[in-house]
Structure formats: structure tokens, C-alpha cells
């Protein structure tokens, strides 16, 4: 059993703490399913290393993985991603994403078990999500269930 991370895109936080109980998808947001990529630690680490600058410049932010869902929920949350976030994904060519991915392959979370080629396609797709998300001027949002 895991974790399953939702990213999303939704117009603002009450539509997207709506997702809440039935998931973005079936509630008809724009989402992207992955396992093992969590937004607070693995995405902060693959954008950090996008924007080339340290994780802390990410983490800092008030909508870096702020709760828009109450934090006594047991099994399900859902997190705003900053806007500055969404752009950074949305701007990225394939060639900087598949470059990014060898060395975020190394971090120590992966248990070096990640491959770069996925990493890159899930990049990709993220990107693809976040140029979607700002096209509409949505932001982005994960939901985390256990």
C-alpha cells in the first residue's frame, strides 16, 4: 500500500478542496495520477534543480504545499502548488526536463531505484498539466491519499 498524488489543475482553492472526498478526476479537473512523487519533497527537488536554485527558494513559499483541506483528515489532503511553480513546469522544454532528470534520479528518496527516462516523461506530463493550468489561469494542486 502507498501513497497516491493526484496533481491537478482548479480555478481556485474552495473548487479544488471540492476534489476532496471523490478525487480531481472524477470531480472533472485536469489531473495527472503518479505514485512515489510527492509535492513537498521529490517535485520541490526537480523544480529547485529546474529554476536552478536551492529547494529553500521553493519550501519558503506560503503556497508550497499550503493545506486547503482540513488537517484533521486522516487519509486524504489536498495541497496548493505556487503559481511561480506551475510557470516554471509550464515554461521547461523537454531537453531541460530529460537534463534534470538524471541528476533528481540521485536523490536519496528514489532509494536508487528512479529512472531517468521516466522521470522525464512524468516531467513532461507535469509540464504539459501546468501550461494547461496557467492557459486557463488555474493553479495547480495536489491531492495526497493514503
Not at 471540492?18 to 523544480?47: H, M, N, W, Y
Not at 503559481?83 to 523537454?94: G, H, Q, V, Y
Not at 532509494?111 to 516523461?121: E, I
Request: aromatic content about 10%; some cysteine.
Amino acid at each position: 500500500m502507498g501513497t497516491f498524488y493526484d496533481y491537478f489543475s482548479a480555478p481556485d482553492d474552495q473548487a479544488a478542496a471540492s476534489a476532496f472526498a471523490e478525487g480531481p478526476d472524477d470531480a472533472g479537473f485536469d489531473t495527472l495520477r503518479v505514485k512515489t512523487i510527492d509535492p513537498a519533497v521529490l517535485l520541490g527537488q526537480a523544480v529547485a534543480l529546474l529554476i536552478r536554485e536551492p529547494v529553500s527558494r521553493l519550501t519558503g513559499h506560503p503556497r508550497f504545499v499550503h493545506l486547503v483541506t482540513s488537517p484533521e483528515a486522516e487519509s486524504t489532503w489536498i495541497v496548493t502548488l505556487p503559481d511561480e511553480l506551475r510557470d516554471a513546469l509550464a515554461d521547461a522544454p523537454s531537453e531541460r526536463l530529460a537534463e534534470i532528470s538524471v541528476p533528481w534520479s540521485q536523490a536519496e528518496e528514489f532509494y536508487g531505484y528512479a529512472d531517468p527516462g521516466y522521470l522525464a516523461d512524468l516531467l513532461n506530463e507535469l509540464a504539459a498539466l501546468a501550461g494547461r493550468a496557467r492557459s486557463h489561469d488555474h493553479g495547480l494542486y495536489c491531492r495526497m491519499a493514503l
